[in-house]
Nanobody, 117 residues
């Protein structure tokens, strides 16, 4: 599965951005897609995930501010980010895990989100 992520950019504190990630290739009907982020000098961390069944999961730090959604017809997952803070500055990576006879995982190329104070 190939993942193409886009939508990052520079925004002021309190602003909003919407990230998109389009998946192509052989996509399993049972899957989890999500967003992770990595800030300079820090480990990559989970931001939010959404399963093919619609179940969502969020990091505590983004609950109430970020919303993950998906368009299964377009094999695309979105991350709406509101009330952005400087600590949200990071490279955001799209992730896909497909469950067939075994699990398959793919990562997107990353998109930079910079929140200025």
């Amino acid at each position: 599965v190939q993942l193409q992520a886009y939508g990052g950019g520079l925004v002021q504190t309190g602003g909003s951005l919407r990230l998109s990630c389009a998946a192509s290739g052989t996509i399993f009907s049972t899957n989890v897609m999500g967003w992770y982020r990595q800030a300079p000098g820090k480990q990559r961390e989970l931001v939010a995930t959404i399963s093919s069944g619609g179940d969502t999961n969020y990091a505590n730090s983004v609950k109430g501010r970020f919303t993950i959604s998906s368009d299964n017809a377009k094999n695309t997952v979105y991350l709406q980010m509101n009330s952005l803070k400087p600590e949200d500055t990071a490279v955001y990576y799209c992730n896909y895990i497909g469950y067939g006879t075994r699990a398959f995982q793919s990562w997107g190329q990353g998109t930079l989100v910079t929140v200025s104070s």
